[in-house]
């Protein structure tokens, strides 16, 4: 069965540069997740998209943004990059009425 | 923000004994329970979700049960083998809408 795509799968960049991690959710679905989860730390919620609108939206940082495409896949953008925001960046995808998520193999961030 | 919390940390089985971990969480704002097996560098696996208090789910040798009222579940495995090895996750949701409030993880290390 198809599952949960993120790409790339591991990222390196240098402060101050920016970052593009794509989801392609399971075909059907049409909820996105993104979780962001630093090193130590649990998963946490940064933002969701229902049908291409913003749905939630978490502590994901002003330097960031999202969006939800026609063909529901999604892309986190990450602009002035900090080392802080070196990270695992989950995302995941779930049809609206099921409460379950499926969640991609994530990102990993570096930043240098 | 949810304070779902799961213990202990780390877990160390021998291959064939059972075990089990907890996940608590704040009683009141409860929707939805949900338990990830997550292997490193895979996708976290959907498990259980759960709903009702007092619910208990199987699979396999894996089984969970839920009490709402006092805000708890207990994951259960049953003749541990190596391959049960990963971090387990805990993930409550409000709503039906569902942004995830993770715990840290029970990381359990089944050895021959």
């Known amino acids: 069965a198809a599952g949960v795509i993120q790409s790339p799968r591991h990222l390196i960049k240098e402060k101050r540069e920016t970052a593009t991690l794509k989801c392609y959710p399971i075909p059907r679905h049409d909820t996105v997740y993104w979780y962001q989860q630093g090193p130590g730390q649990d998963p946490q919620f940064l933002i969701s998209f229902y049908e291409k609108m913003q749905s939630d939206k978490g502590s994901i ?3 960031f943004s999202a969006q939800q495409f026609s063909d529901y896949h999604s892309e986190l953008n990450m602009s002035s990059l900090e080392l802080g925001d070196s990270a695992l960046y989950f995302c995941a995808s779930s049809w609206t009425s099921d409460n379950e998520q499926f969640f991609g193999p994530g990102t990993r961030l570096t930043v240098l | ?47 259980f979700v759960m709903t009702l208090n007092g619910d208990e789910k199987k699979k396999g040798r894996i089984s969970a049960t839920l009490n709402t009222k006092e805000g708890y579940s207990y994951l259960y495995i049953k003749g541990s083998q190596p391959e049960d090895s990963a971090t387990y996750l805990c993930a409550l949701t409000t709503d ?12 359990v290390v089944v050895t021959p």
């Open chain 1, 61 to 63: 940082p002003d330097r």
């Open chain 2, 96 to 107: 039906s809408w569902g942004k995830f409030q993770f715990g840290a993880g029970t990381q």
């Open chain 2, 1 to 47: 923000i949810l304070n779902v919390e799961q213990s202990p940390q780390s877990l160390h089985v021998q291959e064939g004994d059972s075990t089990n971990f907890t996940c608590s969480f704040p009683s009141s704002n409860f929707y939805a329970l949900h338990w990830y097996r997550w292997e490193t560098a895979k996708s976290p696996e959907a498990l």
